[in-house]
Structure formats: C-alpha cells, structure tokens
C-alpha cells in the first residue's frame, strides 16, 4: 500500500460527509460576520479595495482578507478575483490571510507583450509572493489556477508550503479533458473574446503539461474534485493522486467543475481541515 492509498483511506471519515449537488450558502454582505452557532464566515469584495503589485513587469490588481499564514489563491480560466464565492474565501480567511489576484492581461492587471505560457504565469506567481512581503506560502490553485499552481511547485518548490489542487488535470491533451480542450481553442480563436481571455486560451493550448514533473512533488498536496466534473473528471485527479507521493484525494459527490461555487462551506472547512493539520513524519 502506498502513501497515497493510506492518505485515502484516512479521510475516508471526511468525504462521508460530502454533500449533494447544488448546494449553496448565502452570500456575504459585510467585510466579514461572526462565527458562532449558525453564522458562516464571509467577506465582500465590493468592499474590499484592489490592490496592486509590481511583478514580472506588469501590474497584478490583488485583493488580502483575514490574518495568520499566507494563502495564496490562483484562479481559473477567463477567471478573476470577482468570480470567487464570497463564502468560501471568508472561511478560508477565519484562519489564514488570504490573497487573490488576477493573472496578467486580466480583471484589474495589466499585461504586457511577453508571450503567455503557464510557467509565465506560475513565475508571475512566485514574484507575487516576494512583492507580498513572503518567501513562501500555502497555494489554492483551482482549474487552470491549479495547472499553474502545479508548474509552480515543479518550478518553484521553495516557494509552496502546503498546496491545494482543485478541478484538476495534468494536461488538456489527454482523452478525459476533449471538452475542456474544445472550450479553450473555441475561446482562444474567438477575435470578440477579450484578449485576456484568449492569451490565457494560448498558453494553456501550449502548455506541455505537468505529469513528468508529479512525481518530483516533495510538498503535502490535497487533490479536491467533484464527480459530476465534466472538465476535468474525476478520475484525472486519481490518476494525478497515485504519481504525487502521500497525495490527499477528495472527491466531492454530485459536484460539477469548481464545486467552490456550489459548496463553498464543505470546500473551505475541507481546505482548512488540510491546511491546518500537522503532516511532518514521526521519525526523520
């Protein structure tokens, strides 16, 4: 039996208590509530103000919620920092300081005419953090967020403390991720898409993908996907869980691609649940 296979079975606990599709919790409406009994943590972005840092050369408009250990949250294609659940990033921010950001060319950062790869953007990722003030932090990298939060730790493993995998696949080139594929070369050669959109549909068509580079991951890594994922389905994500050592794997029941946006108080205590628990061996 390997790491990966007992990770599994030790939150077999957990995803026993994994939902049903379509549920949803309110959404925010003050920077953040309370959370005693029968109040959930969230914020608002409306009144939350951008940010903006200089990386990579071009501006990355940034929001920070909360306080403790940095987190680090990397969002999806044609995704930006407004595109979050209010809910699951106030859980996530009860017990870590919480930093979304747009990648470059969209939402509120700049772009500027460097040709748009994945490892750009994973490098974009890593000089985040040092214009945070931070050598290091916990990742959350959802969908395409999770394919550079992949190149990232392959790249720059000093950079990633623990890491969260959403709504994932290693390449969009495989058998199980046609549609996905169809949807990013659709958008990528869509002259009315704007060009944020399509320069992110560029680089993911280019990337060369991570698999060679899985099992090199030395970091604690929790694999999350829905089951009704028809973009990246599930079985990518077990694939993915066997190549990284000691792997985490939980499969929510019934959700579709980015459950977040359905179920963000099962998604973000499940991510606390993680984040928060001591992984280092007993002996070295």
Not at 18 to 29: D, E, N, Y
Not at 61 to 70: A, D, L, T
Request: charged share 15%.
């Amino acid at each position: 039996m390997n790491m990966t296979q007992i990770s599994i079975q030790a939150i077999a606990v957990t995803i026993c208590l994994i939902l049903v599709a379509g549920c949803t919790a309110p959404t925010g409406t003050g920077q953040q509530a309370g959370t005693g009994a029968g109040q959930v943590p969230r914020v608002s972005f409306n009144s939350t103000p951008v940010q903006y840092a200089q990386v990579n050369g071009v501006t990355l408009g940034y929001r920070e919620f909360g306080s403790g250990e940095p987190l680090l949250m990397i969002e999806g294609f044609g995704a930006n920092i407004d595109n979050w659940n209010e809910t699951f990033i106030g859980i996530l921010a009860s017990k870590y300081h919480v930093y979304t950001y747009d990648h470059r060319g969209m939402g509120y950062s700049s772009d500027n005419n460097a040709t748009p790869t994945i490892p750009l953007y994973a490098d974009d990722a890593a000089r985040m953090m040092a214009a945070l003030g931070y050598d290091s932090m916990h990742v959350y990298g959802v969908s395409m967020g999770s394919s550079v939060s992949q190149q990232l730790v392959i790249d720059h493993p000093e950079r990633v403390r623990k890491l969260v995998l959403d709504s994932n696949s290693y390449s969009i080139r495989i058998p199980e991720t046609q549609k996905l594929l169809g949807n990013i070369e659709a958008a990528a050669s869509n002259s009315s898409m704007p060009s944020g959109i399509r320069r992110e549909g560029e680089a993911n068509l280019a990337w060369n993908g991570s698999w060679d580079g899985l099992s090199g991951i030395e970091k604690d890594v929790m694999l999350v996907v829905g089951t009704s994922d028809e973009l990246t389905p599930d079985t990518v994500s077990v694939r993915m869980a066997g190549q990284i050592n000691g792997s985490w794997l939980v499969r929510f029941k019934g959700l579709p691609h980015v459950g977040s946006h359905y179920a963000p108080v099962e998604y973000g205590e499940n991510a606390l649940d993680f984040l928060g628990m001591d992984e280092s061996p007993l002996n070295k």
